[in-house]
């Protein structure tokens, strides 16, 4: 929930009137967003701090509609605050800054002289500004993820290159003749030969070593026919360096199937033996990753998975012990997903964000103590992309709320804002699980970049509203409420009912581009979402309960949220009602449609409509193996439970179908099946089909269409 400002009186010496008087004119100025606005907001990219503490970096992306693009520059601003400002603007753009060890260069990625490279620049670390950059790496299959050593002496980086080419000169050929050849046809002889929106081919990623000086980059993972870093859509780095620069760890999925196998493991390679051989330390049959060196050199710390093929189960702290060879999972009873941490500068502590209920919080927890060492440093917005100052006093992190896209702020470890009693960190759920009790001392926080302020200023956003309800079971399920703008309770409005995705995920206190909850209430409709089981936040036993279960716990708790809306918020006129999904909400919405004709319309986006042909056009086969128990010839009965496709003969609500020929994960003939069905039962239809994208709509123009269409849909229907 967003927390609300307060104007001090005796700070400003303002009479009471005239402060009402201008808070209410205020008010009335301020007016709905709209896509062009969301559009015109510039989008906070990775952060960097500079190895004296006094600066950070980071990215920062504008979108042009008219020309439909997106581009990246590198700003910079002083770690105490003050004014933002971009270090370049070059039309290529540049992403991906990081400081040099000793503070005078940044390293940055572009493709200002045609493929994405690695570009040095001087730094002036007084000035905060850089210097003539120059190319440092001319590799022709380009460059990703570049990180320093950290001696500065090497940049390790990741390119996705022909596993038996020894060089890149062979790369190249082999690229150029693939090219020339008026043959396009490929040949598969293993699974997962597509991934996410793009076919895998015979390429893979591989991490490659390069002086900083300049010269020919190694391929530390020569010959190897896995990916290296697996396949990721974002998240923190799957390798790191060693604090002596002389060993690295990163992740790699070893198994011979990797469309059915979640097991990324961490390995080690040292760098200062030529004849070194990858070393496995990690022993978890589920998936490992984002290893982090602690600095004094003692610890590996990564987050891990228990359970083999899950690819939804709880992310843990591990420790490795690197003289004992040992690992442990740190935090064994906090149950909650590990999305990200950081080390604390004397390494001390770990510091890692957690979501919690519709939160995203900092945690911190002692090495040495571990849970009883266990605290919750902040209390409102969804936290990310953690940095400790070199004095481990600040921390420095990007944050968002449903009302505001991420700006970078400063958590000062010294001042604590307040503290609230012990509490248990799943007692906000009936849940088996053991619980942590964890001390809730809120840091303070102050917004260091106001990148979209002046037009944030202009628009009417109205708060969230949480509310809590008897599920299934009657578990306690969380839901949410958004109101339109200049709300009047005397009024009654149509309801978009969102349900998201995963079904491992969660509506919460975040700012989204695809499905903005402020921008779809924008246009004269109250929102409510509700985050059923199978909701992240909640616990593990939570998470699980959608496992095999997919039309039945979830829908139960999505129309109970849905009925107590309607009883408690009078405001909402239950007789206008449209339900909005996509991927699992998207499954979620056909379910409906065979299931209650309590809505108006419903939106389905990339959707699954016939689990058993779902099976076999998706790549992550793990996903459905594990949600329906099996394969469809070894568990065909609860493939066909819970397939919306089986109850075609009661569908009747008009439902606009959304699907995109690059949506690898869910392919677009499960929206093509959804479509000739409604067609063929006259049930009133659309299909949205988008040749360009995959499971999320991203190019600007695209984006436009898909609001407008989706608003025009549900405006047809519910007003």
Known sequence: MLRMEIPLLSRFRLPLLLLLACTCASAQTKRPMTFEDMMKMRRLGDIAVSPDGHWVLFGVTDVDLAKNTRTSHLWIVPATGGDEKPLTDLLAGESRGRFSPDGKQILFQSARDGGQQIWLAPFDTAAGTIGEARKLTSISTEVDGAIWSPDGQNILFVSSVYPDCKDDACNKQRDEERAQSKVKAQV???????????????????????SANGGEPRDLTLGDEHDVPPFSLGGPDGYAFSPDGKEIAFEENLDPVPAISTNSDIITLRLDDPNAKP??????????????????????????QARAGYE???????????????????????????????????????????????????????????EHGLGQLTEHGEFG?????????????????????????????????????????????????SSVVASHAYLAEE?????????????????MESFWFAGAGK?????????????????????????????????????????????????GYVVVMINPRGSTGYGQAFVDGVNGDWGGKPFIDLMRGLDYAEQ????????????????????????????????????????????????????????????????????????????????ETNFKTPTLVVHSQLDYRLDVSEGYQLFTTLQRMKVPSKMLYFPDEGHWVQKPQNSQLWYKTVNDWVDQWTK
């Open 385 to 433: 992309d953690l940095h400790m100052t070199p004095d481990g006093k600040t921390i420095i992190a990007a944050k968002m709320s449903v009302a505001a896209p991420s700006e970078i702020t400063v958590l000062n470890t010294d001042k604590i804002l307040k503290i609230v009693d012990m509490v248990a960190v799943t007692s906000k759920v009936k849940s088996d699980s």
């Open 312 to 370: 939804s189960d709880r992310f843990r702290l591990m420790l490795y012990d690197r003289n004992a060879k040992q690992e442990k999972v740190f935090l064994p009873n906090f149950d909650r997903w590990v999305d990200e941490f950081a080390w604390a500068p004397d390494s001390g502590k770990l510091y890692f964000v957690a979501g919690d209920a519709c939160e995203e919080p900092v945690f911190s927890a002692d090495i040495e103590h571990g």
């Open 188 to 210: 598969f002889t293993h699974l997962l030969y597509r991934h996410w929106n793009a076919f895998t081919g015979d390429k893979r990623s591989h991490l490659f070593l390069v």
């Open 568 to 647: 408690h918020y009078t405001f909402i006129d239950k007789t206008r009602e449209c339900a909005l999904g996509a991927s699992y909400g998207g499954y979620m919405a056909d379910w409906i449609l065979g299931h209650t004709d309590r809505f108006k319309c419903i939106v389905s986006h990339d959707g699954m409509f016939n689990p058993e042909s779902a099976y076999g056009t998706t790549e992550e086969l793990w996903f459905n193996e594990w949600e329906f128990k099996g394969t469809p010839w070894a568990n065909r009965a609860l493939y066909r439970k819970w397939s919306p496709m089986l109850a």
């Open 475 to 523: 578990t306690k399920v969380q839901g949410f409420v958004i109101k339109p703008p200049a709300f009047d309770p005397n009024k009654r409005y149509p309801v978009k009912f969102l349900i998201h995705g995963g079904p491992q995920g969660a509506w919460g206190d975040s700012w989204s581009y695809r499905w903005n909850a402020e921008l779809l209430a924008a246009n």
């Open 447 to 463: 917004q260091i970049t106001h990148l979209n302020r002046a037009l944030l200023n202009e628009l009417d956003f109205q708060p």
């Open 279 to 304: 070393v496995k330390i990690s022993t978890s049959p589920g998936g490992d990753h984002s290893p982090a060196y602690s600095p004094d050199g003692k610890y590996i710390a990564w987050r891990s």
